[in-house]
């Protein structure tokens, strides 16, 4: 069985017929086909940051993006001093 994708839309409308209209959480998930822990979790998510929710498939937040970037430099920086270590370890035994 295969994993069900919903678009923004659809999880935004989902969203206000729970908050705008009143209808319970229960009775949406029930009318949408969408399991209750699921509508739940787009409410919540759609509270904390409305502008920033739901933001699609391959695409990040902000500071999703920029933690990224900060992992990958990290690593790069890593590697740099990893090589750096290994040749002073080299210039160092030819040396003695």
């Not at 904390?48 to 920029?66: N, S, V, Y």
Request: charged share 40%; aromatic share 8%; glycine share 6%.
């Amino acid at each position: 069985m295969e994993r069900r994708k919903f678009g923004r839309e659809f999880k935004i409308e989902a969203v206000r017929l729970v908050k705008e209209r009143g209808v319970s959480v229960a009775q949406a998930a029930r009318d949408l086909d969408v399991h209750e822990n699921v509508l739940r979790k787009w409410v919540k998510e759609f509270g904390a940051d409305p502008a920033q929710a739901f933001p699609g498939l391959g695409q990040m937040k902000p500071e999703q993006l920029e933690i990224e970037r900060l992992r990958r430099e990290v690593a790069k920086l890593k590697a740099e001093r990893d090589i750096l270590k290994k040749a002073a370890a080299y210039f160092a035994r030819e040396s003695i």
